[in-house]
Nanobody, 115 residues
């Protein structure tokens, strides 16, 4: 069974940092690209960053470019999102996702950035 469990969210002041983690299971993780999405209240879910199975980073949204870093550890079936210089508009629930398993989503982790 494909599962994603996100962690590392919390409340942080503007300008602060957080590191999100995602534990993936139920599939051959090292063979698949992974992404981070986020959904703010009243808004659609949006793609934040993507990384290939080969560790090549393929995408950052313009809103996070230069501030966020996606990474992965294929030996641990983990994907990470290092978030620096956080802004109030980064407030959202963050989800990791494997595009090849489109219907599978974890519970997400809440990130709240205070001004």
């Amino acid at each position: 069974q494909v599962q994603f469990v996100e962690s590392g969210g919390g409340l942080v002041q503007s300008g602060g940092s957080l590191r999100l983690s995602c534990a993936a299971s139920g599939f051959h993780f090292s063979n698949y690209a992974m992404s981070w999405f986020r959904q703010a209240p009243g808004k659609e879910r949006e793609l934040v960053a993507s990384i290939r199975d080969s560790y090549e980073v393929t995408y950052y949204s313009d809103s996070v470019k230069g501030r966020f870093t996606i990474s992965r550890d294929n030996a641990k079936n983990m994907v990470y999102l290092q978030m620096n210089s956080l802004k109030p508009e980064d407030t959202a629930v963050y989800y990791c996702h494997a595009p090849s398993y489109d219907d599978h989503w974890g519970p997400g982790t809440q990130v709240t950035v205070s001004s």
